[in-house]
C-alpha cells in the first residue's frame, strides 16, 4: 500500500457513510469523460491477454458507454447504459444482450463498476471496520453492505482508507464472506474539471486479483479527456457505426 499522508480532523471524524459521500464526490465529474482502458490479464497458468477499450461518461445524465478496441476479435463490440439497463454488444453479431452491472466486462473479472460513475454512498451502508497497520502506515478500514435492491458486484466490500480518504486496497465477498476479488490502487492522477473548476481523482492503475480461479488482471485508465461529448456517443446506433 502507497504511503498516506496524515489525516485532518475532519476526515478523521466522519461517519462511514459521510465518507463513502466524500469519496464519491472527489471522484466524481461534472464534465463529460473520453479515457482508454488498457487491460494486462494474467491467468494461473501463465497466458495473458492485452484489452483495450474507449470509454466514455456523461456522470451527469448517468450515460456510459465503452467501446471495445483489442482484441481484434471483439473490436467493435462494447457496454451501454441506457436509463436503469446496461447492454453488451457483439459486433461480429450484430447483436445486443441485456446484461447486468455484476457481469464481467469482456470476459475478464472486472465489472462494469470499475469504470463507471463512482456510486458507493448509492449502494452501500458503511460501518467502522478498525484500523490495520501495514508497515508503520496505519489504514482505516470500513465493511460495506449493500443497500437492499441495489445492484451490485459485490454485496460485502471491505475498503482501507488512507489518511487523504483515499481507497489504496478494496476486497470484495460474497453473502457467505467468501473472498471474490482483492483490488489494489496502485496510483491516482489528479485532473482538473473544466465544468465545476475543480480538482478530481481518478484511478490510474488498480490491481485486481481474482481469489478461486487465481486470475489477476491490471488496469491502466490512460488518455483521459475532459471536454465535451456528442450526445450521439450514447446511443446503440453510434456503438454499431464503429465497424462501418
Not at 45 to 71: C, H, K, W
Not at 207 to 233: F, K, S
Request: with cysteine.
Amino acid at each position: 500500500m502507497p504511503a498516506p499522508a496524515a489525516p485532518g480532523p475532519a476526515v478523521a471524524a466522519a461517519a462511514p457513510n459521510e465518507l463513502l459521500r466524500l469519496i464519491d464526490k472527489k471522484m466524481s465529474l461534472a464534465s463529460d469523460y473520453k479515457g482508454v482502458v488498457r487491460i494486462r490479464e494474467i491467468r494461473k497458468d501463465g497466458t495473458e491477454r492485452a484489452i483495450e477499450m474507449n470509454v466514455y461518461r456523461r456522470d451527469s445524465t448517468q450515460n456510459f458507454l465503452m467501446l471495445i478496441t483489442q482484441p481484434r476479435n471483439m473490436a467493435g463490440g462494447g457496454y451501454l447504459r441506457i436509463g436503469g439497463n446496461l447492454w453488451e454488444y457483439s459486433a461480429s453479431t450484430g447483436q445486443w444482450v441485456r446484461t447486468t452491472r455484476r457481469a464481467n466486462i469482456v470476459g475478464t473479472i472486472a465489472c462494469e463498476g470499475d469504470f463507471d460513475r463512482p456510486r458507493l454512498s448509492e449502494d452501500y451502508d458503511a460501518k467502522a471496520d478498525g484500523e490495520e497497520t501495514v508497515r508503520g502506515t496505519v489504514f482505516r478500514k470500513l465493511l460495506l453492505t449493500a443497500k437492499e435492491g441495489a445492484e451490485v458486484s459485490f454485496p460485502l466490500l471491505r475498503l482501507w482508507l488512507d489518511g487523504d480518504n483515499n481507497i489504496v486496497k478494496r476486497v470484495g465477498y460474497a453473502p457467505s464472506g467468501r473472498t471474490l476479488r482483492t483490488d489494489v490502487v496502485r496510483g491516482y492522477q489528479r485532473l482538473k474539471d473544466p465544468v465545476s473548476g475543480e480538482s478530481v481523482l481518478h484511478y490510474r492503475e488498480v490491481l485486481e486479483l481474482e481469489e478461486e480461479e487465481g486470475t489477476q488482471i491490471i488496469v491502466r485508465y490512460e488518455d483521459v479527456q475532459l471536454a465535451p461529448l456528442d450526445a450521439n456517443i450514447f446511443t446503440k446506433t453510434w456503438l454499431e457505426g464503429r465497424m462501418r
